[in-house]
């Protein structure tokens, strides 16, 4: 069984930047293909960015393209996402997800998920 636990949300203005992280147990973050999703109110949850177990393969949506980055530290068994150049639309709670299997860009193929943590990014 894999726990995920998400934290680095909050209040920022836009231009501002973040760093969401996702602490995972159960498995190694090394052994498992991962990624950051969210969700805004009345809206489907979506991908952000997506990173294969070896970490040799990241795909990013096209909205944070140039501004959001993924990353990981074995060491710490933790998930990061570096968020610049915040936007309001960048608004949402933010999911970490994991799947043993393959990194998928679908939310609904992903087995395990944190609880989320919320971003919001004034005008």
């Known amino acids: 069984q894999v726990q995920l636990v998400e934290s680095g949300g909050g209040l920022v203005q836009a231009g501002d930047s973040l760093r969401l992280s996702c602490a995972a147990s159960?498995?190694?973050?090394?052994?498992?293909?991962m990624g950051w999703f969210r969700q805004a109110p009345g809206k489907d949850r979506e991908p952000v960015v997506t990173?294969?177990?070896?970490?040799?393969?990241?795909k990013y949506a096209d909205f944070v393209k140039g501004r959001f980055t993924i990353s990981r530290d074995n060491a710490k068994n933790t998930l990061y996402l570096q968020m610049n150049s915040l936007k309001p639309e960048d608004t949402a709670v933010y999911y970490c997800?994991?799947?043993?299997?393959?990194?998928?860009?679908?939310?609904?193929?992903?087995?395990?998920w944190g609880q989320g943590t919320q971003v919001t990014v004034s005008s």
């Open positions: 159960g498995r190694t973050v090394s052994s498992l293909n």
């Open positions: 990173i294969s177990w070896s970490g040799a393969s990241t």
């Open positions: 997800a994991a799947d043993p299997s393959y990194a998928y860009f679908k939310a609904a193929e992903y087995d395990y």
